[in-house]
């Protein structure tokens, strides 16, 4: 339990130093946003409104460093993260509409590629020299095909020429959101050829690493007494071998849980996908920087999210991490 | 461990009437090429019910590869290419090992044959607690007993080799290097099997938990009754604890004969080198020789003796037929000792066309 407790203290440590740097950051920056913006719209703002604006945005306190600071994780912690230029509505409503449509689709997508590719490495890696061993060239040509290319080609055989998916967005237009069964299906039907791409193109890594921790964990000498023992072919291979094989898996899922949020900007913009993504690339076309800088904050805080799963994970499938120092 | 003085349990020869395991002609061949490296060959070994078999040999020698082959826990790229491995169970029924299919295979192992292996460090699953793993193997084999069950027995097993009960719920990286060759003695022992292999159970523990394993294996013997094949390269050690001992060099047994006899009167001129390689602790000074030269390499054996070309004793014949295990022409030795030494073996000499040598004076001690 200790060893739980000491890394919960060490993540905090990491948070609070991860909002302070992206509190300091944009006051370190030369310029300030208003003049930004009014320089942007050339002349269509009147510079008489740059009271008004720097009201609006909570510039207009004269308050000292500290102060700001001190209120800065006051309104952080009341889920206040400012206005967007762009939008026009609160921050944390942007990203709040964002996140569920990113981590749902490539939240999915990257479990179902893990899941997937783990269980086939663990299958090649098993039966090593086999046929087997020919998907692995097989899937390493479609992780090497930039992966823009792969989901235009996807979109173009899939949506324009066989008609079989929709090439954007993420559900029926026509539909009104709710919990209904006919919205929840046309938001399936509409990500899965996003999320296919995604699998496709990712799954090489975890087929991959996986395959090659199975052969080096294989020739472990507690594998061969696994065997020796007479154990179920299944226990030999799941309890021993896989168990093992799978530990580094683990880091490298949870920090592709991490980039889940932040990383899918290529897969937001090909299939018009109304995730994360695809908020961050128009803040930053639009040089909005509260939202840009409200998307980083919730990345960091993914990123370490994931990295206490993972963490947590690794502790309990591996005893000896848990070790006290 | 440096040579002690024979102690022990009193040298006695299994009679041969009661084998619990022959093996017969095993060949190995390593590489599945059309060049593969022959590191077994022909090699025929029995053990007695209840007998401790010393197997003795430098690295490379295929020692392992044989404990290996037997129990068909070869890794790839070996392939057993010959032979049989006959096991004997307690009512009498021979099976061949190498002609079960997987099923028996595995219902076989651990039951009628447990190992222990090399690397006490990596023998165990890392992240299963060992008194898990223990019942694993119990369980794999009666599928009926509860894990509370296979879990109080292996509370017993631990108990059996000296270890608290307690340790049960301790993961390997919590014990020691000799509490966890220990534990790996006590998993072997789950199915009360007849025999054990132990595949250098010592070598990665210091000298003190050696001996502590050592005559932990004797006295566990003594008790249970099971037979042990005890592979080493430390022959001293061997003396201690083996009822006989094998002598292998280059993928063949160049002598078999009781442990007492392989320390005071060995025949093969390999074995009087090996055991000149290391100081007795008691007895006459004497010069200490080590072997000159190293192993052949398996890959480019000529047809004659492979120790040949180390050999002191060599002479024309040697290097053109192989010897095969025969009685030592020595008067008077235990009629169930064999070597595989030209000296010992007029008839192949003549066969060749060369003329025999006499067995030279530190080859037939008495």
Not at chain 1, 59 to 75: F, G
Not at chain 2, 41 to 57: F, I, M
Not at chain 2, 68 to 90: K, M, N, Q, S
Not at chain 2, 129 to 149: F, L, M, N, V
């Amino acid at each position: 339990m200790r060893f739980f407790l000491r890394r919960l203290g060490f993540y905090l440590i990491t948070f609070w130093a991860a909002v302070t740097i992206n509190f300091f950051i944009p006051r370190i920056m030369p310029g300030d946003p208003v003049s930004a913006l009014i320089a942007k719209n050339q002349g269509r703002i009147s510079p008489d409104a740059a009271e008004a604006l720097r009201t609006l945005f909570g510039l207009d306190e004269n308050m000292s460093l500290w102060d700001q600071y001190v209120q800065y994780w006051n309104l952080l912690l009341h889920g206040e993260l400012g206005t967007s230029f762009a939008y026009s509505a609160p921050v944390a409503d942007v990203i709040a509409g964002a996140i569920p449509w990113t981590i749902g689709l490539v939240g999915i997508a990257t479990i179902i590629s893990f899941t997937l590719g783990t269980l086939i490495g663990s299958g090649i890696g098993w039966r090593r020299g086999t046929w087997a061993d020919s998907l692995l060239p097989i899937s390493t040509f479609f992780s090497a095909v930039p992966y823009f290319w792969l989901a235009l080609i996807a979109i173009s055989v899939f949506s324009v020429t066989l008609g079989w998916f929709p090439a954007s967005g993420s559900y029926d237009r026509s539909l009104v959101p709710s919990f209904s069964w006919e919205f929840i299906s046309s938001v399936i039907y509409y990500g899965t050829l996003p999320a296919l791409t995604i699998v496709i193109s990712s799954i090489s890594g975890w087929i991959l690493g996986m395959r090659n921790m199975m052969v080096t964990v294989s020739s472990e000498d507690y594998v061969t007494v696994a065997q020796a023992k007479g154990v179920s072919e299944r226990t030999a291979l799941f309890g021993y071998s896989a168990r093992n094989a799978i530990l580094p898996q683990v880091s490298s899922f949870a920090l592709s849980l991490g980039f889940i949020v932040g990383g899918t900007l290529v897969m937001e913009i090909v299939f018009s996908y109304q995730g994360i993504g695809y908020y961050l690339f128009t803040a930053v076309a639009a040089k909005d920087y509260p939202l840009m800088q409200g998307i980083f904050l919730v990345i960091t805080v993914a990123v370490l999210f994931a990295n206490i799963v993972a963490d947590f994970i690794y502790g309990v499938l591996d005893p000896r991490t848990r070790q006290e120092g | 461990m440096t040579i002690a003085s024979p102690i022990g349990h009193p040298q006695r020869l299994a009679p041969a009437s009661d084998p619990v395991l022959e093996i017969k002609n095993l060949s190995v061949d390593y590489g599945y090429d059309d060049d593969p490296v022959h590191v077994l060959r022909q090699v025929s070994l029995t053990l007695g019910r209840g007998e401790v078999l010393g197997l003795a040999g430098e690295s490379g020698c295929g020692k392992s590869t044989l404990a290996y082959a037997a129990t068909r826990l070869l890794p790839p790229p070996g392939l057993i290419t010959g032979g049989e491995v006959l096991f004997t169970d307690r009512s009498g029924v021979k099976t061949d090992l190498l002609r079960l299919n997987d099923t028996q295979l595995r219902a076989s192992r651990w039951q009628d044959m447990a190992i222990v292996f090399q690397g006490a460090m990596n023998s165990l699953n890392p992240v299963y607690r060992i008194g898990r793993q223990i019942a694993d193997g119990i369980r794999a084999h009666e599928p009926k007993t509860s894990q509370k069950e296979a879990l109080e027995r292996a509370a017993e097993l631990l108990d059996l080799v000296g270890i608290s009960p307690d340790r049960l719920r301790s993961y390997p990286h919590e014990l020691s290097g000799g509490m966890r060759q220990r534990v790996m003695i006590a998993m072997a022992l789950a199915l009360d099997p007849q025999v054990l292999i132990m595949d250098e159970p010592t070598t990665a523990l210091d000298v003190v938990m050696q001996r502590q394993i050592v005559e932990q294996i004797a006295e566990l013997r003594d008790r249970l009754g099971f037979s042990v094949i005890f592979i080493t390269h430390d022959v001293s050690l061997l003396i201690e604890i083996a009822d006989r001992i094998a002598i292998m060099y280059a993928g063949e047994i160049v002598e078999d004969a009781a442990a007492l006899d392989v320390y005071n009167k060995p025949r093969h001129p390999y074995s009087s080198a090996l055991l000149h390689s290391f100081p007795p602790l008691r007895g006459p000074r004497r010069e200490l020789i080590g072997i000159p030269g190293s192993p052949p390499d398996l890959s480019r054996l000529g047809g004659g003796c492979p120790f040949a070309d180390r050999c002191a004793f060599a002479f024309d014949a040697c290097s053109k037929v192989n010897p095969e295990l025969v009685f030592p022409n020595v008067p008077g030795d235990d009629p169930r000792r064999s070597v595989a030494c030209l000296r010992h073996d007029p008839a192949a000499v003549r066969a060749v066309g060369e003329v025999p040598l006499p067995v030279p004076a530190e080859l037939s001690l008495s």
